[in-house]
């Protein structure tokens, strides 16, 4: 077989059936626990100005450097495409007037992102992060909480014994100031020991240095000034309260002073949710206090914190995990008919059985009764209604039970009674579109 003449782009997959099982699962999980909490659903355009993303993510970091996909558009303004969800949800909040609402403001997103970076196992150019933001109040508090709805959702889904919290504090912008001075000269004299990019961070992003991968440059880290020299008194009370909380929560976590996360917005709390597997490094989500960002946007200065789970990731857990998504995709039934007046019957027949609830396949095309039959087993349906010139002239219809191989005839008239029955009425899920 040729190769066919188009591909996706690199970098970006189709979501497939069997792969959509997963996606509905988690969009459903997330949507319950967000909204048991109080958060609402927000969705942010997929594009935004650069400048967005340049001023609230920084300009030397590595998703601002060379992560973008930034183009120009037709009027010769420059776009990027979405690379994390918070910079746009803190441009909404400003711009719909969210500062007059009752603070703080929760929402959450679940949504595709783009990031040029090179693909590999679980790095996409485009990817779904699902998310959320408390913003308009500093609370220790609010950052426990997001952790546990982060770690709720984890255990719905199956993954959390799977994953480790590993949290650190980064300060205020006074202490972490002082903090950055104190590792650039330890850093000083030691440039030729680093690694290319770490050499580029050094002045313009030197708390990256501490959370490099490349050998060098980790021995290094591990024996720079540690943080808790330079922390102030607030941010330390602070931290100790965030942790004090997850304890009442009973969620385990690791400290890890190196754990510093990309991004400029950060201040006080950063925690990821890491494999506990040797080796991998691949954190499926992560998130912290942002108390600097909405001033940096040109609001007035209001605290926030937030979290976002990639769900591909997150998708890759449960597989590794043996978790299945649940699919909802049982075949109840499959009408088999033969000869034009019973094909006129399957076809009214079968979105009357769809409207109770009952997933009904049928084949309308040509196929003969043997193919028909074999579609039925192939969908492993539960039960076959089968009608041929006979039962149709007999008013009649014939009933297969699939897995038993046992069939009756049955007046038509009673079709939906007997499937219903059959089927357990209170197990059938009737899509209610409109609900009090
Ligand atoms: P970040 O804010 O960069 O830490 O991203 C949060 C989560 O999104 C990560 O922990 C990943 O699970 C996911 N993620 C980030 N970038 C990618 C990517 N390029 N492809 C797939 N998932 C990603």
Redesign the pocket.
């Known amino acids: 077989m040729s190769a066919p003449l188009f591909q996706a782009v690199r970098g970006m997959n189709d979501i497939l059936p069997d792969e959509h099982l997963y996606f509905s699962f988690i969009k459903k999980v997330v949507r319950h626990r967000c909204r048991q909490a109080g958060f609402r659903r927000i969705t942010t355009p997929v594009m935004e100005n650069v400048e967005l993303f340049q001023r609230g993510l920084g300009d030397a970091t590595d998703i601002v450097e060379k992560e973008m996909f930034v183009f120009t558009s037709n009027s010769g303004k420059r776009m990027a495409l979405r690379p994390?969800g918070t910079a746009g949800v803190v441009r909404s909040y400003l711009q719909n007037g969210m500062q007059q609402l009752p603070q703080p403001v929760e929402l959450y997103y679940i949504e595709p992102f783009f990031?040029y970076?090179r693909p590999q196992k679980?790095?996409?150019?485009q990817?779904h992060?699902f998310g959320f933001e408390v913003i308009g109040e500093n609370d220790p508090a609010l950052d426990a909480q997001v952790i546990y709805l982060a770690h709720r959702i984890n255990q719905d889904l199956g993954v959390a014994d799977k994953l480790q919290l590993q949290i650190n504090t980064i300060g205020c912008k006074e202490c972490r100031g002082a903090y950055r001075e104190a590792l650039v000269n330890y850093y000083i004299g030691k440039e030729r020991s680093l690694c290319g990019d770490c050499k580029n961070r050094l002045n313009r992003n030197p708390l990256r240095l501490l959370d490099c991968k490349v050998e060098d440059c980790r021995i290094l880290a591990s024996i720079a000034p540690k943080f808790e020299n330079s922390i102030c008194d607030k941010c330390k009370a602070f931290h100790a309260l965030v942790l004090e909380y997850l304890d009442a929560f009973q969620i385990p976590y690791v400290k890890n002073p190196q754990l510093v996360?990309?991004l400029d917005y950060y201040t006080n709390t950063v925690f990821?949710f890491w494999s506990r597997k040797e080796g991998a490094q691949?954190?499926?989500?992560?998130g912290g206090r942002y108390d600097g960002l909405v001033e940096l946007m040109g609001g007035q200065p209001t605290p926030g914190v937030g979290y976002?789970?990639?769900i591909?990731?997150?998708i890759e857990y449960m597989k590794e995990s043996g978790i299945r998504a649940p699919s909802k995709d049982k075949v109840h039934v499959f009408v088999a008919q033969l000869g034009l007046p019973a094909k006129k019957r399957a076809m009214t027949l079968i979105p009357k059985l769809r409207e109770l609830g009952i997933y009904t396949l049928g084949a309308i095309g040509k196929a003969s009764m043997k193919a028909q039959m074999g579609l039925a087993d192939k969908f492993k349906a539960q039960y076959a209604i089968i009608m041929g010139q006979i039962e149709v002239q007999e008013e009649k219809a014939i009933i297969r039970d699939m897995t038993k191989g046992s069939q009756e005839i049955i007046p038509y008239d009673t079709v939906i009674e007997v499937l219903e029955k059959k089927l357990g009425r209170d197990k059938l899920e009737t899509h209610r579109l409109w609900e009090e």
């Open positions: 994390e990031r970076s679980g790095r996409f150019r990817f992060q996360r990309g990821e691949n954190a499926t989500g992560g976002a789970a990639g591909e990731r997150t």
